[in-house]
C-alpha cells in the first residue's frame, strides 16, 4: 500500500474545520455556562492544541505564496459585507476620509492614524490563500503596513500580551446593547512579518464587502480570525475584559481561539 502523506497545513484545516463543525451543528450551545465541566475540559483541551500548534508552525515560519497567475477569482466576501452602523455608512460615504485607527492600551505613545498615514508607512504585498471555517479557499494578493510597524510607533509596554481588534460590525443586540465583532492575537503573531493590516485587494483598494478601509490579515490562521471593518487596536496583558472573555466574537461561542493552520 502507498504511503498516505498529508501535508501539514492541510491537516490542521481539517482538524479545525472538525471542532468548528460541531460548534455550527449547535453542539456548542450548551457551553454558554461557563461553569459546566465540558467547558473546562475544552479549554484545557484548546490549550494543548494552541502548544502543539506553535510546537508544529515554529515561530517565524512562513504560510505558502502563490504567483500572479493563481489569483483567478476575485476574493469572496464573507461573513458582514457592509455594516449598518451609522458611524460606519458616514464615514465610508465619504470615502473613509475622516476614518481614524486609533492604538490604545499598553502603549508608551496611543496613536490616531488616519488612512492615508497608514498607507504611507511601510507596505508589504503578499499573494496567500484564505481558509475559511466554512470549508472554502481562496488565493488573493493583499496590500498593507506590517502590524509591527505600528506596534513600533506606538512603543509596546512589557506587560502586553495580546493585540485586540475592535470592529464596526456589529453582529447582534445583546443585554448591554450592540456586540460588535472583535478578535486578537498574541504579539507573536502580531511580530509575523506576514501579519498586515491590508487596505487593498487584488491591486485595488480594500472594497467595502471585503473589510475596508483596513482588515487585518494574519496567513497562519483561519479567516475569522482576519478581523474587517477595524476601527481600533488595544494592546493588553488579559482577554478577560473584552466580550466573554474567550479572545474573539465567534471564541465567545464555541470556536477555538488560535486557530492555526
Known amino acids: 500500500?502507498?504511503?498516505?502523506?498529508i501535508p501539514r497545513r492541510r491537516f490542521l484545516t481539517g482538524a479545525a474545520l472538525a471542532a468548528s463543525g460541531a460548534a455550527l451543528s449547535g453542539c456548542f450551545d450548551d457551553l454558554a455556562d461557563r461553569g459546566k465541566p465540558v467547558r473546562g475540559v475544552l479549554t484545557s483541551a484548546e490549550r494543548?492544541?494552541?502548544?502543539?500548534?506553535?510546537?508544529?508552525?515554529?515561530?517565524?515560519a512562513l504560510a505558502p505564496e502563490y504567483a500572479a497567475s493563481e489569483v483567478r477569482q476575485a476574493m469572496r466576501p464573507?461573513?458582514?459585507?457592509?455594516?449598518?452602523?451609522?458611524?460606519?455608512?458616514?464615514?465610508?460615504?465619504?470615502?473613509?476620509?475622516?476614518?481614524?485607527?486609533?492604538?490604545t492600551g499598553l502603549v508608551e505613545r496611543e496613536l490616531s492614524l488616519s488612512l492615508d498615514e497608514i498607507t504611507n508607512m511601510p507596505s508589504r504585498s503578499q499573494i496567500t490563500r484564505h481558509d475559511c471555517v466554512e470549508g472554502w479557499s481562496c488565493i488573493a494578493s493583499w496590500t498593507g503596513v506590517p502590524l509591527a510597524r505600528v506596534l513600533d510607533e506606538a512603543g509596546v509596554k512589557p506587560?502586553?500580551?495580546?493585540?485586540?481588534?475592535?470592529?464596526?460590525d456589529t453582529m447582534e443586540n445583546g443585554f448591554t446593547g450592540p456586540v460588535r465583532y472583535y478578535e486578537?492575537?498574541?504579539?507573536?503573531?502580531a511580530r509575523h512579518p506576514q501579519t498586515i493590516l491590508a487596505y487593498a485587494l487584488n491591486g485595488t483598494t480594500l472594497p467595502v464587502s471585503n473589510g475596508a478601509p483596513l482588515r487585518l490579515r494574519v496567513e497562519r490562521q483561519l479567516g475569522y480570525k482576519m478581523a474587517k471593518y477595524l476601527r481600533a487596536i488595544e494592546l493588553t496583558d488579559r482577554l478577560s475584559g473584552f466580550g466573554d472573555g474567550m479572545g474573539g466574537y465567534w471564541e465567545d461561542r464555541g470556536y477555538e481561539w488560535f486557530a492555526g493552520i
Not at 48 to 60: F, I, K, N, S, V
Not at 160 to 168: G, K, L, M, P, S
Request: aromatic share 12%; proline share 3%.
Open 1 to 5: 500500500m502507498a504511503e498516505l502523506r
Open 48 to 60: 494543548l492544541t494552541y502548544e502543539a500548534q506553535r510546537l508544529l508552525l515554529g515561530a517565524d
Open 78 to 103: 464573507n461573513g458582514t459585507t457592509g455594516p449598518r452602523d451609522p458611524e460606519y455608512q458616514r464615514l465610508a460615504a465619504a470615502g473613509f476620509t475622516d476614518w481614524r485607527l486609533s492604538v
Open 159 to 168: 506587560a502586553a500580551r495580546y493585540v485586540v481588534f475592535h470592529c464596526f
Open 184 to 189: 486578537s492575537i498574541d504579539l507573536r503573531d
